[in-house]
């Protein structure tokens, strides 16, 4: 921040104008020279004794009359207000000062600063106590208005003049409105809400409307940044912090109240109690936001520890730890990927108010066309696959081949900025093919199966491919964002916004669905991997024929991530090919495609990377190609016991996913999370296009497989009295303590009925996935066991079973 072109006395003025004192203006002017930013740094740094005046906020907000600072034109007024309570007002002031838009700057400080003491003053105001009458339990759900909440009665017609200010929005949407309300009833929230709901401005709309601090824990960087990026293009302030971050300098604005919203990563706010303790009483903090709130948990699909040990927000930024406040700071946490049982564990681990209330929407995303098709998932397999997504994204470059396009500038930086590898439209192999020392974490092939399932393991040589990105690549590498100190000022929003009036979607009868009708409109796609590796194979195949692709992962410098994420923002580049640090919340609303390849490793990851899909609301594909042929079965390394035993669950949820063929799947889906899907069908994904598949009576096998289970059991059991009890078998051995797994099954099989002896593997696996589906038979979960077999045996049932086979290949 350099001088300005203003005089000494085009510098006085304004800066009188905005309630400094004359001699500290001075004071500033000569120490900084005559940039207004600087002086105004210079005197908020210098402390109370220099031009602030330090009446507490209690003591402003008990004398104000909000009328007052209505009056106007009123200077004298003006100044006497912006005053007594500058320590709300001069930090805005300074935000502000970092827009780009020197002109418009006073006037926009003049409207906030008055704004926000009115805010102040009124949200100050002691609220009215929920009545005696009132009891809300946690983890009630509220799914109409709070009609029995006393809330700060006019928070709702004031936040129009903003939403419409900053965002370019027309209204809230009915579970925003709630979690607010719950909010300016001081109580804590949890909001359970769809994938691109908008349930970022739950956590952004106090800030600006009581002009305190609003403190984010968000557990990605790509995120913070994208969120921060976004904020700071809307004319609000905000800033990153991590543990990486280099320069403190922004750490310690930020502590001092110079940004509306902090986003912090789970590991650097438990370092920060102190310094925020202090934030809130100088300044005042409106609320601690923990967005993606399902990495708490150790049930959810992406349990981050840390996450666990938020419980500090709730003791350490209460009235019985802090005396100045009159009511505990809410939490408001905040996901689109929770279970039951992960909403339990949430409220619980981050001991959140036994009066929370939980706002609940449906998970269904009616927009969303879900779909899965069978392939290998490997490099043989990439012409057949990609052949429409070359069509539809290739297609574009290749009739204006003279310009170069992005990804092969982009790549050339990568290439020569870091001396690694590149990704370019010729046929140079990249060094990231051969040199695979990003996979350095010793990932390993674990068969989740255990039961026979061998093949998928490739013989004598052990894989050094990373299935998932390292949990914490995403925290340590905060500073290498080289985002100008992970802050970002505010500009001015656009003038010309054009309002949406994006509100709930209009009920639709019970069962009547509003089917959205192709072909897709243009728009990006994300192409999910499992490895770091397939990232940059997937995106140089895509680049030859001419689509601008890009790959992302965590160990690609960060140079290269940042201008990914800017230019698949910028919409010049069209595909990024993601390992799951470019999932959660990355909010672009025209992406069209999101495909999967490969199994995600959980429906909790899948949902949500899904979700980045059609946030406009338009029709968009979220495709799942995996080899159905075979359990997945890649897991991390460097996971404890427990971890990966959860990690199999959730694998294995996975593949009953893709097997389905028989339910649709969005309502498979939404039902996977605990809500009772209101709609028969999607009428959209490929099983409610496709129809019912074609049945086929598997009595037969399903009898004979049970009985081969039961019969290398050592057990006293007898085969004919079998199907009257529900039997359980403890271990997974035999009879003679062999191992017992599909392979040995289906061999024994084949050894006493002629009729399946050329039966292949695939029917049997497929068949006892079926089973397992239906309850009869369970797959062990415990390292001990190959197999851990519970039949509950009613032979009626089973006589019942269908098989389905139509359009699983393996099985016909
Ligand atoms: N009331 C509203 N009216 C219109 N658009 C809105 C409204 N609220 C939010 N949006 C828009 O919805 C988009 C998605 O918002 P946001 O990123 O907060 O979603 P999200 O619920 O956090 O999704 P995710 O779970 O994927 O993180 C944003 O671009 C935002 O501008
Ligand atoms: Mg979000």
Redesign the pocket.
Known sequence: MGASNLSFDQVLVEMLEMGFEYSSIVEGIKTVGLSIPNVVEHILTAGSGSGRATTSSKASTTTMQPSKFRAPHGKALKRKALSSTSQVRQSSILDHFHSNDKSTVCNKIRDVAIVDLEMVNEHDKPISKMPDDVTVMPGQIVTGPMENLVVMSDWETRVGGLLQKH?G?L???SF?KEALNAWAAHKDCLVL?A???????CFQVPALLTGKVVVVISPLISLMHDQCLKLARHGVSACFLGSGQPDNTVEKKAMRGMYSIIYVCPETVLRLIQPLQKLAESHGIALFAIDEVHCVSKWGHDFRPDYSRLSVLRENFSTSKLKFLEFDIPLMALT?TATHRVQEDILKSLRMSKETIVVLTSFFRSNLRFMVKHSGTSQAFYEKDFHELIKVYGSKLNSNKNKKSSISKDSDDVSSSSGAGRISNNDDVSPYDVDDNHDDYGGRYVNVMRSGNTDNLVKGKELSVEFLENDNDDCQSVDDWDVTCGEFCAQSPPKDWEL?E?DDPPKEPEGSLKVLKGPLEQGPAIIYVPTRKETLKIAKYLCKFGVKAAAYNAALPKSHLRRVHKEFHENTIEVVVATIAFG??I?K?NVRRIIHYGWPQSLEAYYQEA?RAG?DGKLADCILFANLARVPSLLPSRRSEYQTKQAYIMLSDCFRYGMNTSCCRAKTLVEYFGEEFSHRKCLLCDVCVDGPPQRQNMKDEACILLQTIAASHACSYSMDVAYDDDIHFEYGYGRHGERLCLKNIVGKIREQSQKFLNTDILLWRGLSRILEAKGYIREGDDKSCYMHAVISCDCKLVIQLWFLSRRRPMFR
């Not at 994938?195 to 401005?201: D, E």
């Open positions: 965002f929005i209204c809230l949407k925003q809400a994938t691109g709901s908008g349930k970022s401005l689109a949406s994006i959660m919340g909010d609303p979700g946030r």
